[in-house]
């Protein structure tokens, strides 16, 4: 790999890995965190049944993003936490037995 005199690379040089590729300590990261939510499941189901319903959304908004790609988060984000205000217990009650129907379903 071609460096200048400054020692920084040369002026279109690609980098050094290639596109896509995946870094080994996320994913070993990845891999223990997956682990300690499989062994634990029980115990954070049983956690998050004992929130209010807003706080369940909002733990529930807060853990999709390690399960579903990143779109705008921030702004997805704070355009969710917004919504999520405006809803009335009963309302947020409902949306969390659906999201909750939808997800058992799925396993």
Known sequence: M?????????????????KGAKHKTNEA???????????NWERIVQDFEALEPKERLIFFERIMQYG????????????????????????????????TEKLESHE
């Open 2 to 18: 071609e460096r200048t005199a400054k020692g920084t690379f040369v002026k279109g040089h690609k980098g050094l890995k290639p």
């Open 68 to 99: 579903l790609p990143k779109l705008q988060s921030v702004e997805y984000s704070a355009i969710l936490e917004q919504q999520i205000e405006n809803l009335s217990d009963e309302d947020l009650t409902r949306l969390l037995e659906a999201v």
């Open 29 to 39: 990261l990845r891999a223990r965190i997956n682990t300690f939510l499989s062994d």
